[in-house]
């Protein structure tokens, strides 16, 4: 059953990788003010490391049916780095601290740490144009990953954004699915899907 939802889990992961531009519904832009039409909430997470370096934050605005996220994070391993948006609208999400990690293989990886941050809800990678030790981008979206309405995730201050991506096999590049070279699907060496910042959303 583990293997069967992990292989299952993966899967959904590297096709968000592959189609993710259909996700980010608007493209990347330049950051400008409110126009004074509508009701803007504001919010920010701060990034920390779960697995490994790097720091972060972001910045979102929800307006009128549309979230604009503004992402930045630096030390990061050179690779593939897919974000979420995680969580669930009955709980507030966390970021996995070390005591997840359950095989005790000295890292987090996504099935640990989703009893902390949840379910994904919305993808805010672009493809697979997210890489390097930088990102910066600002995107806007209209709804969340399964079709529904942004509202339909009530307050954000409840959910977490997690950035992936962790060179494990220390070649210097975040780019291997299987680290272990066994041909198995296991997020345990997976360096695309392994968490490597989190943050909770909150009020700005």
Do not use: W
Request: charged share 25%; proline share 3%.
């Amino acid at each position: 059953m583990r293997r069967s939802s992990t292989s299952l889990l993966l899967a959904s992961l590297l096709t968000a990788v592959a189609g993710a531009g259909a996700t980010a519904q608007a493209h990347d832009r330049t950051e400008h003010d409110d126009d004074g039409h509508g009701r803007a909430d504001r919010f920010e997470a701060e990034l920390e490391p779960v697995n490994g370096d790097g720091d972060g934050r972001v910045r979102l605005r929800e307006r009128d049916g549309k979230l604009v996220v503004k992402l930045k994070a630096k030390g990061l391993d050179d690779g593939i780095h897919i974000a979420h948006i995680h969580g669930m609208a009955e709980a507030r999400s966390e970021c996995p601290g070390s005591s997840f990690d359950t095989d005790g293989n000295g890292v987090v990886d996504l099935l640990e740490g989703l009893p902390a941050y949840g379910p994904v809800q919305i993808t805010l990678s672009n493809g697979l144009s997210d890489v390097g030790t930088r990102l910066k981008y600002r995107r806007s979206y209209t709804q969340r990953d399964n079709g529904g309405s942004l509202e339909s995730l009530g307050d954000l201050s409840q959910y977490a954004i997690v950035v992936h991506g962790v060179d494990l096999d220390h070649d210097h590049m975040a780019t291997n699915t299987d680290a272990a070279g066994d041909g198995q699907p296991n997020p345990a060496d997976n360096e695309i899907s392994m968490p490597a910042l989190c943050g909770v959303i909150e009020v700005d």
